[in-house]
C-alpha cells in the first residue's frame, strides 16, 4: 500500500519507519530538513514541505496514496489545518492524530472520520496486557476483537498441536505458531506446504491469535 506520513515525530517517524520495514511505499512529510534528512535512510522516501500550503501540498501525490495520515498532535492549528486541506483536496482516506476531545470534535465536523490519539491507545493497550499474563503484544482490531502474541501457556507444553481443534475449544483463531523466531504455522499458507505432522508444543512456544477478548481472558485462565 501507498502511505503519506505528515509530520515526522515520534509518532510519525514511528509509523513510518514501521510501514517501510512492512515492504510498504511510505512517504514521510516534515517542514523540518533536519528531521527530513535524519529520517532519509529509514523511511522509503522523504520531503521537506509546508504541508499548511495549499499550493506546496498539491505536490504530495493526492490521488495515488492510499491513506494519508497527519501525524501532528501537539500543534492544534497546524492539525487541523492539513486535514482540512487534504478533505478540500479529495484525499480518499485520512487519518489524524488528535490530542483532545476538542481536537477531536473539530477533526469529526471536518469530515475526518478516522482519528487516533496514541498516548490514549498505548496507555489501553498496556492495561489491558498487565492484565492478561503471557501476553506478549496485544494489536486491536476493534473494541472487543483483538491479536495477541502470546507464551503457550504449560498446561498445553506437550500437546499435539492441531488449529482446528483449538477453535472448536477456544473459539480463538491461531494465526502462526512461532518457535526460535521461525514461523512453524501459518494460517495464511496452505496446510500441504507446512510441515506440521505431529508437532507439539514446546515451553518457549509462540501464538499469535485472534479472537474476542472475552475468548483471550477464558483460554489464558484455563
Given at each position: 500500500?501507498?502511505?503519506?506520513?505528515?509530520?515526522?515525530?515520534?509518532?510519525?517517524?514511528?509509523?513510518?519507519?514501521?510501514?517501510?520495514t512492512?515492504?510498504?511505499?511510505?512517504?514521510?512529510?516534515?517542514?523540518?530538513?533536519?528531521?527530513?534528512?535524519?529520517?532519509?535512510?529509514?523511511?522509503?522516501?522523504?520531503?521537506?514541505?509546508?504541508?499548511?500550503?495549499?499550493?506546496?501540498?498539491?505536490?504530495?501525490?493526492?490521488?495515488?496514496?492510499?491513506?494519508?495520515?497527519?501525524?501532528?498532535?501537539?500543534?492544534?492549528?497546524v492539525?487541523?489545518?492539513?486535514?482540512?486541506?487534504?478533505?478540500?483536496?479529495?484525499?480518499?482516506?485520512?487519518?489524524?492524530?488528535?490530542?483532545?476531545?476538542?481536537?477531536?470534535?473539530?477533526?469529526?465536523?471536518?469530515?475526518?472520520?478516522?482519528?487516533?490519539?496514541?498516548?490514549?491507545?498505548?496507555?489501553?493497550?498496556?492495561?489491558?496486557?498487565?492484565?492478561?499474563?503471557?501476553?506478549?503484544?496485544?494489536?486491536?482490531?476493534?473494541?472487543?476483537?483483538?491479536?495477541?502474541?502470546?507464551?503457550?501457556?504449560?498446561?498445553m507444553?506437550?500437546?499435539?498441536?492441531?488449529?482446528?481443534?483449538?477453535?472448536?475449544?477456544?473459539?480463538?483463531?491461531?494465526?502462526?505458531?512461532?518457535?526460535?523466531?521461525?514461523?512453524?504455522?501459518?494460517?495464511?499458507?496452505?496446510?500441504?506446504?507446512?510441515?506440521?505432522?505431529?508437532?507439539?508444543?514446546?515451553?518457549?512456544?509462540?501464538l499469535?491469535?485472534?479472537?474476542?477478548?472475552?475468548?483471550?481472558?477464558?483460554?489464558?485462565?484455563?
Amino acid at each position: 500500500m501507498n502511505f503519506v506520513a505528515i509530520g515526522l515525530g515520534n509518532f510519525g517517524a514511528s509509523l513510518a519507519k514501521t510501514l517501510t520495514t512492512m515492504g510498504h511505499d511510505v512517504l514521510g512529510v516534515d517542514i523540518s530538513s533536519e528531521k527530513v534528512e535524519f529520517f532519509k535512510d529509514v523511511i522509503a522516501n522523504t520531503v521537506c514541505l509546508d504541508a499548511t500550503d495549499p499550493h506546496t501540498l498539491k505536490l504530495l501525490p493526492l490521488k495515488e496514496a492510499d491513506v494519508f495520515v497527519v501525524c501532528i498532535g501537539d500543534d492544534f492549528g497546524v492539525s487541523v489545518k492539513i486535514s482540512a486541506l487534504l478533505k478540500k483536496l479529495g484525499v480518499k482516506k485520512i487519518i489524524s492524530r488528535e490530542s483532545s476531545s476538542i481536537h477531536l470534535t473539530v477533526l469529526n465536523s471536518l469530515g475526518v472520520q478516522h482519528t487516533i490519539n496514541p498516548e490514549y491507545e498505548s496507555a489501553r493497550v498496556l492495561a489491558q496486557t498487565l492484565t492478561l499474563p503471557g501476553i506478549l503484544h496485544l494489536f486491536s482490531i476493534t473494541e472487543t476483537l483483538k491479536i495477541v502474541d502470546l507464551a503457550v501457556p504449560g498446561f498445553m507444553v506437550g500437546e499435539k498441536f492441531s488449529p482446528v481443534s483449538f477453535k472448536e475449544h477456544t473459539h480463538l483463531k491461531i494465526v502462526a505458531l512461532k518457535r526460535d523466531n521461525k514461523i512453524l504455522y501459518s494460517s495464511s499458507q496452505p496446510r500441504e506446504d507446512q510441515e506440521i505432522g505431529d508437532l507439539l508444543y514446546l515451553p518457549d512456544d509462540i501464538l499469535v491469535l485472534i479472537g474476542e477478548l472475552r475468548d483471550i481472558r477464558k483460554f489464558i485462565r484455563g
